[in-house]
């Protein structure tokens, strides 16, 4: 269990983020990435352990949310292969949390809360109040998804992370607008899913220190 303490002094209890089907790692094999005429990346090859947090930087058009968009299906690569140990399709086994924060503006959080709850998980759902407090967002609860700040925004994103556990998390730029709590609610969050068994892959332009694998694209 985690226990996160935020703004207000609210927290919520949530269970170990990984799903519970044992550990398994990622293999990427001689991926290749061309835009057009350019060729982004090729020959890119990495494994990364159940447990692993690898850090994916680089210059701006490097490829790293290419890379992340490969890696859940979004995007084909030019060549190569990326593959989960035990076989299973990689769509249904990750979460992708790109620069978009996907929310819908006319919804209030807590209504966000309760769809996504409702609809992305066969688990028991957890409690809306709970997520909302997590993120720091329970005075929002009711406030249009319009009317919120970018870090609002980010940290309501960061939610759907538990609302329905995977064992792959790709996260671009997961810090972007966030505070100095946004940035440690993010951090717990790696934690605990790399503590449960489960893979994080994060683009960054900031030093991770939380991960344990570093790579740099563009060199």
């Not at 890696?71 to 790109?98: N, V």
């Not at 909302?132 to 998804?145: E, K, N, Y």
């Amino acid at each position: 269990m985690v226990k996160t303490e935020y703004f207000s002094g609210a927290y919520a209890e949530f269970p170990a983020a990984a799903v519970s089907q044992g550990e398994v790692s990622l293999r990427v094999e001689n991926l290749a990435c061309v835009r057009g005429l350019r060729v982004v990346f090729a020959d890119l090859s990495f494994a990364l352990a159940g447990g692993g947090v690898l850090h994916v930087s680089g210059a701006n058009g490097a490829g790293k949310t290419s890379l992340l968009r490969m890696i859940c299906g979004l995007l084909a690569p030019a060549a190569g292969t990326i593959s989960l140990s035990d076989g299973a399709a990689l769509a249904s086994q990750c979460h992708y949390l790109g620069h978009a924060d996907g929310l819908k503006n006319t919804l209030t959080p807590r209504e966000t809360n309760f769809y996504e709850n409702r609809f992305w998980t066969s688990q028991k759902p957890h409690a809306t109040e709970d997520l909302l407090a997590f993120a720091g967002l329970l005075q929002q609860a009711d406030q249009r998804v319009s009317t919120l700040s970018a870090g609002q925004r980010r940290r309501l994103a960061l939610t759907r992370l538990l609302a329905s556990p995977r064992r792959l998390w790709l996260l671009d730029e997961p810090y972007t607008a966030l505070d100095a709590a946004g940035r440690e609610l993010v951090n717990t969050l790696i934690r605990r899913q790399a503590e449960a068994g489960g893979l994080v892959v994060l683009a960054a332009h900031e030093p991770v220190p939380l991960a344990d694998q570093h790579l740099e694209l563009g060199t």
